[in-house]
């Protein structure tokens, strides 16, 4: 049975930091790329970041660019999201998410696995 974890979300004040982590358990990690998405009250799910198989390649999505860095660890079946300089707009519950597809991908409809989420919210 496939599980990824989040964990360390919270509230932060705008400008803080928070460092989000995803377990995975149940299948081959370093065979998936995985990914960070978000869904803010009443809006859809969207891309944040993705990161390769191997951990060498990164894509981010416009709005967090050079705040967030995704990294994974395959040895610890664990990837990563460092947020930075967070905004009140980065409030939304963040999920982690796998795929075993070919390429970096930014629909949510290609994901094989999701976990349950984990809520950060940014006060100002």
């Known amino acids: 049975q496939v599980q990824l974890v989040e964990s360390g979300g919270g509230l932060v004040q705008a400008g803080g930091s928070l460092r989000l982590s995803c377990a995975a358990s149940?299948?081959?990690?370093?065979?998936?790329?995985m990914a960070w998405f978000r869904q803010a009250p009443g809006k859809e799910r969207e891309f944040v970041s993705a990161?390769?198989?191997?951990?060498?390649?990164?894509n981010y999505a416009d709005s967090v660019k050079g705040r967030f860095f995704i990294s994974r660890d395959n040895a610890k079946n664990t990837v990563y999201l460092e947020m930075n300089g967070l905004k009140p707009q980065d409030t939304a519950v963040y999920y982690c998410?796998?795929?075993?597809?070919?390429?970096?991908?930014?629909?949510?409809?290609?994901?094989?696995?999701w976990g349950q989420g984990s809520q950060v919210t940014v006060s100002s």
């Open positions: 990161i390769s198989r191997n951990g060498g390649v990164t």
């Open positions: 998410a796998a795929d075993f597809g070919p390429a970096m991908r930014i629909s949510t409809y290609v994901y094989d696995y």
């Open positions: 149940g299948l081959s990690f370093s065979s998936y790329v």
